[in-house]
């Protein structure tokens, strides 16, 4: 199975290769943003749109207006409402995050077209230790109509489970981006 998208979180804007990120058409997220500096983050957006690469912002409707995007990102935490703002422009795109039906629930209240399903495996975080497993992942999906992106703890040992996942891509979180520039090994398949 060949995967539609591929996202990848970021942090900083400095983190990441656009070149190759346009090359294998992944979808960039900025989360937990480390820089604050609206010169470099504009010159980002800049950056990205030229090379079209889409990115999302999360949490943030001011930086989405000031980078002048159409896409946000919603955390599982967040239960703000967002929907109306689309009232506003119908390009804005919006997706989330969640962890359990309730959460599932509440993104699509909020408007999200996309919803991320997190911690498919199991993962190295020290108070994090419950994951989902590819047939509670399932199960937890069917129940909803809405397109679903597997998130967390996908790796060279678990991929290939994810092609029974009932997903249109993945998400990769910095650490497995292999220092930001490149796609780790078992991904290359895909392409």
């Known amino acids: 199975m060949t995967f539609k998208k591929i996202y990848f979180f970021i942090s900083r804007t400095n983190e990441i290769n656009l070149d190759y990120v346009k090359k294998t058409g992944a979808i960039l997220i900025l989360r937990n943003l480390k820089e604050t500096n609206i010169k470099k ?8 749109k030229r090379n079209k690469i889409t990115f999302f912002v999360a949490n943030n409707l001011k930086l989405l207006f000031l980078l002048k995007t159409n896409n946000l990102y ?4 967040n239960k703000q409402y967002y929907k109306h703002i689309q009232n506003f422009n119908n390009n804005i795109k919006i997706i989330g995050s969640a962890h359990n ?18 911690r498919i495996f199991k993962t190295n975080y020290k108070f994090k230790k419950s994951f989902l497993g590819s047939i509670k992942f399932n199960l937890l999906t069917k129940n909803f109509k809405s397109r679903y992106v597997a998130l967390g703890g996908i790796n060279y040992r678990n ?7 009932n997903i249109i891509g993945c998400a990769l979180s910095l650490d497995k981006k292999k220092a930001g520039n490149y796609l780790p090994a078992f991904f290359k398949k895909t392409y």
């Open 41 to 48: 983050l504009k010159r980002f957006a800049r950056n990205c």
């Open 74 to 77: 919603i955390s599982a935490w």
């Open 101 to 118: 039906a309730n959460e599932i629930r509440e993104k699509i209240r909020q408007g999200c077209s996309q919803i991320f399903i997190s």
């Open 159 to 165: 991929f290939n489970q994810i092609k029974n996942l």
